[in-house]
């Protein structure tokens, strides 16, 4: 009899809903960051840094200023946005691996509409807008193209989304390198391979109009993303699709739920959230389109997709938690000389310690 | 016959011995108070309905699950086994419901799983099971992979299984529920042998059948009680099955009670008036030279031509895999014919989509209940209306209170037991899953046509009743219905006509007579009459 072991407590119910909300499972995960916090600190110790050091700079890159917490806020929306394309994929059981990827095609495609798309004379915030729609597009199309992949042929779209990862960085790399694309005019040989400075007007406002809390409208529009997520899965039909395709494709297309448009959409939305995160990136942060635009940010968010357990709340901390670790550690790395691999050690630790910890929850609240 | 607890008179010192035993999954009590002695050399029947208990039962003599009140003995000291590991290192030995065996390996190295360590000696091991092979009548090619072989051989491969570890108590459950007449037959001689050999057998079964012709003793549970006992079930078989179900035998249904084996078969078809009044014909679902080829260009099902009329019932008896399983996918739009035509009435279903032949008022009872008919990980009423969600939608959000109200209506209408409309489909009993996916195909608001496949198979007395009934309910407001079954006692009793498939073909057809038996089974057996 497969049936009465299926009783999750009400503790589970409670995890599944809202992700970190329940007690145990609230705390579980904070031991885990301190543990990894710890070891991290031991390491450092080990190579040599003085620890208070190392903190000091930790701390003063990530809380340290306005203009610290503002920047890692802003690289925490990015993480979110693809944690949510993953969450969502996830849910019709499909992997999202290709952040890195959309990311990159949504930098390009709002590079090119910012620059060349004489979008920044236009009124109502079309400026900024249009090289977002753009980076959207971008992104759905890139992630479509995986599950086209996968519906006509079978490829399995953890090989696809990840190949075409590679693809869009190296799209990437040769606008920026051919003066016929994205290059800024060359007027000398020591003009660097990368793009012109995107308008003013294509950049995303402030919310505060000021730059030492250079905080932008990413943020309010992560937030808004993360409630329509959170919806579409938990209240929609849509979501109810999702799920069914995801835990039984075929008995899901005998009760005329259509597979290929169930895929074909999951992994076109996580695409269109990853391209709007690389049109953040671009167009909240960086300005110009450079090689090495991204570097990594499309799989940190995918952990943060990862660790959420497929919970929008779940990505939302991940996320805060990796942005913060960003920031502190690249300061760490240039006021403490700690090694920028260390920080991605630490990374890795608490990645591991979390999921081990997740694993304990599920363990203990079974019983 | 014992009714409650009374205990039996000592025969020998019992091998495995149940005192009080209580087993709870959550704030469901599974078992309640069960206590029951094996003896060595018998063969011990558990009889229930589904939901009895009686698969929690044998997880917790394998192991699987450990008992939340009361105590086992085995071999006189007290029994508490770590895990299933433990219990066949301690000589109990089971086979489940559902196989377990790795389809792309052979025999010999499927036996060979998890009993060696290093090098593996497939010659020893061959030699064992043709060893085994002579003493229990279990002939198998070592050397065979398991997807090559029919059910009744993986179901052999299983016990092997199970009796190379030379255990002293074997317990099967539920294992005659996919095999042919003649395999049971088989199966139950290879338990005679085993208990014969003085090792105890325990079989989980609701086949009355089974029990008359090989019980020693019976338990009955229902609700997770012992509600019946008996030292002699063939003479007080029409008792026990009034404890199973806790009710008349007499006003089982007739079909119910033949196919179980309690009566011999009868005609009985849908309705006494069709007998005098013919009705004029309207024809529903027509099909005309259906071939499927598989993608190795091997025929599968060939040219098939049927019609089916309105109210009336047509039986596709055949061994199992010889093409039943292709036409119903076809007709189900899982599957693209090679040639062929299917219209319902003047629509063309021709490779139409599931969307469109659920749309055109065709409803579909798949076989395979778990893989096609419902996505266990969902709820019951996301299951009951998973193809009409649309209905429950407003500005693409879901009315799930009013999704669990209509669920809810339909669960009663249905007779679906579980904890409420939103209980985890997979935590419903087989029985019941089944009277939920007939429930959603069944209530189909324009149903014309209902296919229904194998739609009794694994289900208790009152589970194939509640389905008969529904099924010739349908057909009585005119629903044309194709009933595909390998029982064909079954189609016997409940079909006005039959059609018997044989490597694809139609050997022949007649009408639902039990006087044509054999001439049925010639024909199945591809010899046309």
Known sequence: MTTTDQQPSSAAKLTSKFGFAARPALLVPVLAVAFA????????????????????????????????????????????????????????????VGGEGQIAVGGIAATAVALYGHVDGLPLGLAFILPMLAAIIAGALWGALAAVLKVKSGTNEVISTLLLSFIGVWLLYWCVQSPALLRKPMTSSATLPESLEIPDETKLPLLTGDYSFPLHIGLPLTIILAIVVAVLLSKTVLGLRLRAVGLNPVASNRAGISYTRTVIFALAMAGALGGLAGALMLQGEQYTLKDGFSSGYGFDGLVAGLLSRGSVTGVIAASLLFGFMRSGGINMEMVAAVPTALVVVIQGLIVITLAGATLFIERWERK | MNMASAPAEIVAEPLLSLSAITKRFGNFTALSDVSLDIRPGEIHCILGENGAGKSTLCNLIFGVHRPDGGSMRYRGA????????????????????????????????????????????????ARQLEKLAVDYGLPLDPFAKIEDLSVGERQRVEIVKCLIRDPSLFVLDEPTAVLLPDEIAALLDVCHRVASSGRAVVLVTHKLAEIKKIADRVTVLRGGRVVATSDKPAAEIDALVRAMIQGNVDTLDQSAASILGLEPVKHIGHGTENDNTPKTKVEALQIDGLTVRDYQGVTRL???????????????????????????????????????????????????????ITAAGVGIVPEDRHAVGCVTGMSLAENIYLNRLDEFTRFGF???????????????????????????????????????????????????????????RGLDVGAVAAVYSHIRAACERGVAILLVSSELDELLTVADRIVVLYRGRIMGSCVADPDRREAIGAMMAGQPQ
């Open chain 2, 398 to 456: 879901l009315q799930r209170s009013a999704l669990e109200r209509e669920a809810a209506a339909l669960m009663q209408r249905f007779d679906v037991r579980a904890r409420g409309p939103g209980a985890l489909f997979s935590s419903l009993s087989g029985g019941n899953q089944q009277k939920a996916v007939l429930a959603r195909e069944i209530t189909l608001p324009n149903l014309t046509c209902l296919v229904a496949a194998q739609p009794t």
């Open chain 2, 302 to 356: 060939d040219n098939f031509t049927l019609t089916v009329d309105r109210g009336e019932i047509v039986g596709v008896a055949g061994v199992e895999g010889n093409g039943q399983s292709e036409l119903t996918a076809v007709l189900a739009g899982m599957m693209t014919p090679s040639e062929g035509k299917i219209y319902l009435g003047d629509i063309n279903l021709t490779a139409k989509s599931p969307k469109e």
């Open chain 1, 37 to 96: 916090a710890l070891v991290g600190l031991a390491l450092i110790a080990a190579i040599g840094v003085s620890v208070p050091n190392a903190l000091a700079a930790f701390i003063d890159g990530t809380l340290g200023s306005p203009y610290a917490i503002a920047a890692s806020i802003n690289r925490s929306t990015v993480f979110a946005l693809v944690g949510f394309g993953f969450v969502l994929a996830n849910r019709a059981n499909l992997t999202n």
């Open chain 2, 78 to 125: 007290s029994f508490q086994p770590s895990g299933p590991a433990d219990s066949l290192a301690q000589g109990i030995a089971m086979v489940h419901q559902h196989f377990s065996l790795v389809p792309d390996m052979s025999v010999v190295d499927n036996v060979l799983l998890g009993r060696q360590r290093g090098l593996l000696n497939r010659a020893e091991c």
